[in-house]
T-cell receptor, first 114, second 112 residues
């Protein structure tokens, strides 16, 4: 099993550009999450999904969108990139509720917006 | 006030020594508690869950103090490979889903 994979690993965007961060898991997990991690801060939940076709906002959803058309994939879309979105983005998945079950993280995408 | 607070460190620990650190949480209704480990520029990985009665996993011991709303992690016989940032993670809500709240982490540096 590859676990949770994310692409790209690194990206530099100009202000106003858009991009999609890809996330795929091969563990047949229902729950998937997107977090961002800023220096010196804890991970913040952006969006989550409890199954294909179901998504909901987390703590910091502004400026992002997600979709969940399959169990495996959970892409994160950045529209009109801003410097405040410079961060490390982690995708995670869990088999049951994230509140009680282990979350498995992807290797992260390091995004810089200039 | 942050929902989960940790001393950022770094805790500089000689190899073979013991180190312990705490994490406080603000939501008294929190039900699940975890320690994750994060190596430099890597993804977090679950180190251990924290149970009400306290639990051990090899050289690692976790404790929960509900009355004072903190959890602790103790590392015995520290190894160089224990150098990492340790994230305190708490289930912030009492509902069945429970969005996790992550602390900013405590950095541990084990020196030869």
């Amino acid at each position: 099993n590859a676990g949770v994979t994310q692409t790209p690993k690194f990206r530099i965007l100009k202000i106003g550009q858009s991009m999609t961060l890809q996330c795929t898991q091969d563990m047949n997990h229902n729950y998937m999450y997107w977090y961002r991690q800023d220096p010196g801060m804890g991970l913040k939940l952006i969006y989550y999904s409890v199954g294909a076709g179901i998504t909901d906002k987390g703590e910091v959803p502004n400026g992002y969108n997600v979709s969940r058309s399959t169990t495996e994939d959970f892409p994160l879309r950045l529209e009109l990139a801003a410097p405040s979105q410079t961060s490390v983005y982690f995708c995670a998945s869990s088999g049951t509720s994230g509140g009680t079950d282990t979350q498995y993280f992807g290797p992260g995408t390091r995004l810089t917006v200039l | 006030r942050k929902e989960v607070e940790q001393d950022p460190g770094p805790f500089n620990v000689p190899e073979g020594a013991t180190v312990a650190f705490n994490c406080t949480y603000s939501n008294s209704a929190s039900q699940s508690f975890f320690w994750y480990r994060q190596d430099c520029r890597k993804e977090p990985k679950l180190l251990m869950s924290v149970y009400s009665s306290g639990n051990e996993d090899g050289r690692f011991t976790a404790q929960l103090n509900r009355a004072s709303q903190y959890i602790s992690l103790l590392i015995r016989d520290s190894k160089l490979s224990d150098s990492a940032t340790y994230l305190c993670v708490v289930n912030g809500k009492a509902d069945s889903w429970g969005k996790l709240q992550f602390g900013a982490g405590t950095q541990v540096v084990v020196t030869p």
